[in-house]
């Protein structure tokens, strides 16, 4: 079957690793079940007047200095943007044509798409996307039992009464539901009578080999410790600094911070392959990224993550998921175990992986339209 992939990818306001991974793998992940995935170039309304090449008046930081960090890393912002054009364009089977809310309805025919995945990432979040009509699976072409959701987040949603009922009433247009969190599970189980789920994330589905194939060669020969941050946490800069002078190596730096150019190798120009070469050959990874987090797991290298508004619900259930929750830090100063047991580690995620590829394969399994 061909399967459509609806989610937050292509057009992202920043460059974000995590979310091109999690369409890669989840991609990847439909094939190895026999069908062949296509990615749906969706730009839902709100990102419309979007512009990723002058990111900086729909940040999440909105005061004046990140603006101007951000304005100083234009350069490496737009050779990055490029290399992430050819990611979506080399590594998926992306659609000819690009889909708004005017033409989806056109998509079935256009790319002859069978049936849907909604997912992953933060598509249900209501405070990111309001309740999308292509994350909620609300095209015409959509409702007909042949679209499902997975690992589709919630986030940390703000709800009101009136985006609960039109949550409750969008939730009835798929034939199975599959969440990243456990928190919104009681809740959708409650309001529908199909199958829903919690499953892991589509970048836990694969192994280290996956990675590996796509993986860019080894990019730095000198020691480093890998900073790659998805917002400015002044405490989680300083922790880089401290660990790189410990460990006498110097700091690779994927984040907006260009007046760090002095002291740190600046990289924010990165690929989604360099970012896994710079993950697999760092000493430690200090990152407040969800999937920076799952990278660093996969190629088993020493990690720590930090709070991060909005993101912590899904940081701890993975690290409780992986008997990690120790690695997460907010001030800096906790007390980390001296290593990480990864043979456990990866015992829990190949315990966890079955339970969710049966999901994906038992619900993408449809009568005749």
Same mark, same amino acid.
């Given at each position: 079957?061909?399967? %459509?992939?609806?989610?937050?990818?292509?057009? $992202?306001?920043?460059?974000?690793?995590?979310?091109?991974?999690?369409?890669?793998?989840?991609?990847?992940?439909?094939?190895?079940?026999?069908?062949?995935?296509?990615?749906?170039?969706? $730009?839902?309304?709100?990102?419309?007047?979007?512009?990723?090449?002058?990111?900086?008046?729909?940040?999440?930081?909105? *005061?004046?200095?990140? /603006? &101007?960090? #951000?304005?100083?890393?234009?350069?490496?912002?737009?050779?990055?943007?490029?290399?992430?054009?050819?990611?979506?364009?080399? &590594?998926?089977?992306?659609?000819?044509?690009?889909?708004?809310?005017?033409?989806?309805?056109?998509?079935?025919?256009?790319?002859?798409?069978?049936?849907?995945? $909604?997912?992953?990432?933060?598509?249900? #979040?209501?405070?990111?996307?309001?309740?999308? *009509? %292509?994350?909620?699976?609300?095209?015409?072409?959509?409702?007909? %039992?042949?679209?499902?959701?997975?690992?589709?987040?919630?986030?940390?949603?703000?709800?009101?009464?009136?985006?609960?009922? @039109? @949550?409750?009433? +969008?939730?009835?247009?798929?034939?199975?539901?599959?969440?990243?969190?456990?928190?919104?599970?009681?809740?959708?189980?409650?309001?529908?009578?199909?199958?829903?789920?919690?499953?892991?994330?589509?970048?836990?589905?694969?192994?280290?080999?996956?990675?590996? /194939?796509?993986?860019?060669? &080894?990019?730095?020969?000198?020691?480093?410790?890998?900073?790659?941050?998805?917002?400015?946490?002044?405490?989680?800069?300083?922790?880089?600094?401290?660990?790189?002078?410990?460990?006498? #190596?110097?700091?690779?730096?994927?984040?907006? /911070?260009?007046?760090?150019? *002095?002291?740190? +190798?600046?990289?924010?120009?990165?690929?989604?392959?360099?970012?896994?070469? @710079?993950? !697999?050959?760092?000493?430690?990874?200090?990152?407040?990224?969800? !999937?920076?987090?799952?990278?660093?797991? !996969?190629?088993? /290298?020493?990690?720590?993550?930090?709070?991060?508004?909005? #993101?912590?619900?899904?940081? *701890?259930?993975?690290?409780?998921?992986?008997?990690?929750?120790? +690695?997460?830090?907010?001030?800096?100063?906790?007390?980390?175990?001296?290593?990480?047991?990864?043979?456990?580690? !990866?015992? &829990?995620?190949?315990?966890?992986?079955?339970?969710?590829?049966?999901?994906?394969?038992?619900?993408?399994?449809?009568?005749?339209?």
């Amino acid at each position: 079957m061909r399967i %459509g992939i609806v989610s937050y990818n292509i057009n $992202c306001n920043f460059t974000n690793y995590g979310s091109a991974l999690q369409s890669w793998a989840l991609s990847e992940t439909l094939q190895k079940l026999g069908h062949t995935p296509v990615l749906i170039d969706y $730009c839902p309304d709100i990102l419309r007047d979007k512009d990723p090449l002058n990111p900086m008046k729909n940040m999440w930081d909105t *005061d004046a200095e990140a /603006r &101007r960090q #951000c304005e100083l890393s234009l350069p490496a912002i737009r050779v990055n943007y490029e290399k992430f054009e050819r990611f979506y364009s080399t &590594r998926f089977n992306r659609s000819a044509k690009k889909y708004y809310s005017h033409n989806f309805n056109a998509v079935v025919e256009d790319e002859g798409i069978d049936a849907f995945v $909604c997912g992953s990432d933060t598509i249900f #979040c209501v405070d990111e996307f309001g309740i999308d *009509d %292509g994350y909620y699976a609300n095209y015409a072409c959509m409702k007909n %039992g042949h679209t499902i959701s997975y690992a589709a987040s919630f986030g940390d949603s703000h709800f009101t009464p009136e985006t609960y009922a @039109l @949550l409750n009433e +969008r939730l009835q247009n798929f034939k199975a539901i599959g969440i990243r969190e456990s928190s919104m599970l009681p809740y959708v189980r409650q309001q529908v009578s199909v199958r829903v789920e919690k499953v892991l994330d589509p970048t836990l589905l694969l192994k280290v080999e996956d990675f590996r /194939r796509i993986e860019a060669p &080894r990019l730095e020969n000198e020691r480093y410790i890998l900073l790659y941050a998805r917002r400015y946490n002044k405490k989680m800069f300083e922790y880089a600094d401290k660990k790189a002078k410990e460990l006498g #190596c110097k700091v690779i730096d994927i984040s907006l /911070r260009a007046t760090n150019a *002095d002291k740190h +190798r600046m990289f924010y120009e990165a690929g989604v392959e360099e970012f896994l070469s @710079l993950v !697999h050959h760092a000493e430690l990874v200090v990152t407040n990224s969800f !999937h920076g987090m799952i990278v660093a797991v !996969h190629y088993q /290298r020493p990690f720590v993550i930090f709070s991060r508004e909005q #993101c912590d619900t899904k940081i *701890d259930e993975v690290l409780s998921l992986l008997g990690l929750t120790d +690695r997460k830090l907010v001030s800096g100063e906790e007390t980390l175990a001296a290593d990480i047991d990864y043979k456990l580690v !990866h015992n &829990r995620t190949s315990a966890a992986r079955p339970h969710s590829l049966q999901f994906l394969a038992q619900e993408l399994t449809f009568t005749s339209k």
